[in-house]
DNA sequence: TTAGGGTTAG
């Protein structure tokens, strides 16, 4: 393609409404926009300083994608890329960097690393590069989890002389730890001559994300001078393990023994766990807190968070009155969802539909997440013409491609509803690729309930193709034997467990 | 004229 080509492609789609299904081939025309900028050569060696100014404090404006590429293109195209290298220019080569490294497209930063160093020696710079370059690129090989391509720069930034600089052996750091080449993150941890929070935190960070909790504790412990950040990582780290009340544990301890107030990330993170173990209390004391430091205005996740929390602690009038303080214009597809997923959870499926259809009217497009809300609540609600509307409708009229999780929830419906042939019609429509065995169990369970001795039979077989293991569904066999007085099938079936060394560990409650 | 750009939690 041709660079003025690339351009009008990518100007055309730009002018254009960007949905979903655009952005890949918007990036596809950058990807290809960029690759022509890598070999476009000119010959202009005139200085042009403040043009070069122009560039940079364009860069430092944080520009979007497009005006960064159009800056890119100016430097390359103008042959300013050519021009004496001072520190400007160096800058520009850097912001180009970061800007490709964070937005996605780390390839992109690689080839312009290649295109600076060439450049930039055959012009009158005296460096090819400074410690921002090797931080950037090393954010490039974290965000495409390559750690052969960062091992490589890793060796590449020792010949240049910037293996022992603070900044880029924390980038280091975060690079391995991010590509789960924890142990060597740990090596360049420990040869750091010198570390800051922020090399303790990557580092933790590194060991929590792989499920290193200890380690990452014993190392938490010794940190000398620990930041939020410390404390929001070991706090997400222990929820993600579930280990709630840990989790809790740590957060009081970052109030009561190093004084340190959490942030919205640090409430983020701590919603799981006041959940997990239905603390409506705490609930309420992390909604005061946050009214209190206007993270509720700021941040719509943490409003969000306090509906779904609110309701896991089982307060469906206060997670309610959340989301109605919100006004229209804040809430976003997520808040939307929330309340949706709360009736539902709660089995108010008429108050699930009416507020789905509210967000309907004012023009939210549903997503895979709503729709799965929506028809679990037409499922506990025993709304099933409903439900087979709104499944249709998010399939024809939103275009989203069901998964296993609609499927399941659709053929629990019919079966609760005792329509168990188009339940199993429905199993027999689930595509191959998505099809898993939690589907028939659903239907075996039915069955059970409907007593469909036929069908169950049926059933089971296909399970029994699939997984023999699982004692549950012997048990629900033998049930409805049992129910309909076929005793000696429900007897054989028990044998079957026992010889397939099937167990099944009785339930118990504690109501 | 000069400074400006970096690494961590979701």
Not at 240 to 260: A, H, Q, T, W
Not at 334 to 354: L, N, P, Q, R, Y
Request: net charge neutral; proline share 3%; glycine share 6%.
């Amino acid at each position: 393609m041709k660079l003025s080509r690339a351009i009008s492609c990518l100007f055309s789609i730009n002018s254009c409404s960007m949905t979903p299904t655009k952005r890949p081939l918007k990036n596809l025309i950058i990807r290809q926009y960029v690759k022509e900028l890598h070999t476009y050569h000119i010959r202009d060696e005139s200085y042009s300083g403040p043009v070069q100014q122009r560039l940079l404090s364009l860069l430092l404006k944080q520009p979007t994608r497009c005006q960064c590429l159009q800056i890119h293109s100016q430097f390359i195209t103008t042959g300013l890329h050519q021009c004496k290298i001072d520190n400007t220019g160096m800058m520009i080569w850097n912001m180009l960097l970061r800007e490709y490294s964070l937005d996605n497209f780390p390839e992109e930063a690689l080839e312009l690393y290649k295109q600076m160093k060439e450049t930039l020696a055959s012009s009158y710079s005296s460096s090819l590069a400074d410690s921002f370059t090797y931080s950037f690129l090393l954010k490039a090989c974290a965000s495409s989890h390559q750690p052969i391509k960062g091992n490589q720069v890793h060796a590449h930034i020792f010949k240049v002389g910037f293996g022992f600089h603070l900044y880029v052996q924390t980038a280091l750091v975060n690079m391995y730890s991010i590509c789960g080449c924890l142990g060597e993150a740990k090596r360049v941890f420990y040869e750091m001559p010198e570390r800051n929070s922020v090399s303790w935190n990557s580092m933790i960070t590194g060991l929590t994300n792989w499920g290193e909790l200890n380690m990452a504790q014993a190392l938490f412990d010794d940190m000398p001078n620990r930041t939020v950040v410390s404390w929001t990582v070991m706090i997400d780290g222990y929820t993600r393990m579930n280990r709630p009340l840990e989790s809790l544990i740590y957060f009081c301890k970052m109030l009561v023994e190093d004084g340190i107030k959490p942030n919205e990330i640090t409430i983020l993170a701590i919603f799981p766990a006041i959940s997990n173990l239905g603390l409506l209390e705490f609930c309420q004391s992390i909604h005061a807190y946050s009214e209190k430091n206007g993270f509720m205005a700021s941040e719509i996740r943490i409003t969000n968070s306090l509906i779904d929390a609110y309701a896991k602690c089982g307060c469906i009038e206060s997670a309610f009155r959340v989301f109605e303080e919100v006004s229209t214009e804040r809430r976003s597809l997520v808040s939307w969802t929330s309340i949706i997923s709360v009736f539902a959870m709660h089995g108010m499926a008429e108050e699930a539909v009416k507020w789905f259809e509210e967000m309907e009217k004012i023009g939210l497009r549903p997503n895979r997440i709503t729709f799965l809300g929506v028809l679990n609540a037409c499922s506990h609600g025993g709304l099933v013409n409903e439900g087979l509307k709104f499944f249709y409708k998010m399939v024809s009229e939103y275009g989203v491609v069901p998964d296993i999780k609609h499927y399941g929830c659709l053929i629990d419906m019919l079966g609760r509803a005792g329509r168990l042939d188009e339940a199993e019609k429905m199993v027999l429509k689930v595509p191959k690729d998505v099809i898993n065995v939690v589907v028939w169990r659903i239907l075996l369970g039915a069955c059970s309930f409907h007593g469909n001795v036929d069908m169950g039979e049926r059933v089971m077989r296909k399970i029994l193709e699939m997984e023999r293991g699982y004692g549950g569904d012997y048990v629900l066999l033998s049930n409805i034997f049992s129910s309909v007085g076929r005793y000696e099938d429900a007897e054989r079936v028990r044998r079957l467990m026992d010889e397939r060394n099937a167990f099944k560990i009785p339930g118990l409650s504690l109501i």
